[in-house]
């Protein structure tokens, strides 16, 4: 069975850090490119990062550009996203997702990726 498992959110103020872990299973990940794509309340799925199957190459959505990195350690079948200076518009569900089949929209669409992890939630508040 296919699984991504993502974890690593929690409560952190604004200004703070914060490490997102995806790890998967039943497949290895240097097979695909990979995404975060985040969910804020009341809103739609909104696509983060991407990050290509070598992992040397990443894109970034415009509001986390130049505060938000995306890695991959393929070695050990996981995928990252560091959130430094996070802000309060942050706040959403990220999940991490995997086998892009469509041209990002906005907002995703669940079918747009083949695999997801079951998201962990990023709170930040003061």
């Known amino acids: 069975e296919v699984q991504l498992v993502d974890s690593g959110g929690g409560l952190v103020q604004p200004g703070g850090s914060l490490r997102l872990s995806c790890t998967a299973s039943?497949?290895?990940?240097?097979?695909?490119?990979m995404s975060w794509v985040r969910q804020a309340p009341g809103k739609g799925l909104e696509w983060v990062s991407g990050i290509i199957r070598r992992g040397n190459f990443t894109r970034y959505a415009d509001p986390v550009k130049g505060r938000f990195a995306i890695s991959r350690d393929n070695a050990k079948n996981t995928l990252y996203l560091q959130m430094n200076s996070l802000k309060t518009e942050d706040t959403a569900v990220y999940f991490c997702?995997?086998?892009?089949?469509?041209?990002?929209?906005?907002?995703?669409?669940?079918?747009?990726?083949?695999?997801w992890g079951q998201g962990t939630q990023v709170t930040v508040s003061s």
């Open positions: 997702a995997a086998d892009q089949l469509n041209v990002i929209r906005t907002p995703v669409s669940r079918s747009d990726f083949r695999y």
């Open positions: 039943g497949f290895t990940t240097s097979n695909y490119d």
